[in-house]
């Protein structure tokens, strides 16, 4: 990923389709301005919890307990471009036909959130 006068380029791969047994290669897959996804990212994250969770499989079921939730607020917009640059946040792009929905997901590694979410507050549930 690398960014270029305000817009996310995804360059580390292509995408084809394959119509009427004729594969077409797709070059430009997703094009975002940064300060659309900037707004973005204090319209959905403005404050956002997030929850680990440990699972264990007994007897062909599975459960889960929460282990800990992890309370964000107020991100801060120029750090997203500073982490897509360093490969921090990612996008995965879903592959689904007429999903009615997004297709695509930013992620961000975990040890990376504090720079975007400098406001947080952890709670652990795993009890002492």
């Not at 599975?62 to 982490?83: A, G």
Request: some cysteine; charged content about 30%; hydrophobic content about 35%.
């Amino acid at each position: 990923m690398r960014t270029q006068l305000g817009l996310l380029e995804a360059d580390e791969f292509s995408l084809a389709t394959l119509e009427d047994g004729t594969f077409r290669k797709i070059n430009d897959v997703a094009v975002w301005k940064l300060i659309k996804l900037h707004e973005r990212l204090l319209t959905k994250h403005r404050e956002t919890f997030w929850i680990d969770a440990e699972t264990k499989h007994e007897s062909g079921r599975e459960f889960f307990r929460v282990s800990e939730i992890l309370h964000t607020k107020n991100p801060i917009p120029s750090q997203f471009d500073v982490l897509l640059d360093q490969g921090q946040i990612t996008v995965d792009f879903l592959l689904c036909r007429d999903s009615g929905g997004d297709t695509y997901s930013f992620k961000i590694k975990g040890k990376a959130r504090p720079l975007l979410f400098p406001q947080s507050e952890t709670y652990n549930l795993r009890g002492t």
